[in-house]
Nanobody
Framework: QLQLVESGGGLVQGGGSLRLSCAAS????????MGWHRQAPGKQREFVAA???????NVADSVKGRFTISKDDAKNTVYLQMDSLKPEDTAIYYC??????????????WGQGTQVTVSS
């Protein structure tokens, strides 16, 4: 069973930065896709960004140019660097993993989430 643990959330002023981390319970270099999603109050969960086992990335248009996804296979950790944060980025951010198969947007394992709050 793959476990994912997010960290790095918190309260930040608009225009600020945060870096989220997602630590996996096993090696991630063989996991096909790892991604970040978010869910704001009263809204559906939405895709934010993902990275493939080869390092290819896919970033949602709403955060493109502000958010960067990366990974460190040696540490079994995926990161989400969030810059130029806006109040509308406020949400619970979830890490997810898809060990097998192909696809950016469907995932089999999820973390518990970490709260990000951006003040205006």
């Amino acid at each position: 069973q793959l476990q994912l643990v997010e960290s790095g959330g918190g309260l930040v002023q608009g225009g600020g930065s945060l870096r989220l981390s997602c630590a996996a319970s096993r090696r991630i270099d063989t996991i096909n896709f790892m991604g970040w999603h978010r869910q704001a109050p009263g809204k559906q969960r939405e895709f934010v960004a993902a990275i493939s086992s080869s390092g290819a990335t896919n970033v949602a248009d709403s955060v493109k140019g502000r958010f960067t996804i990366s990974k460190d296979d040696a540490k079994n950790t995926v990161y989400l660097q969030m810059d130029s944060l806006k109040p509308e980025d406020t949400a619970i951010y979830y890490c997810a993993a898809r060990p097998e198969g192909w696809g950016w947007y469907e995932y089999d394992y999820w973390g518990q989430g970490t709260q990000v709050t951006v003040s205006s």
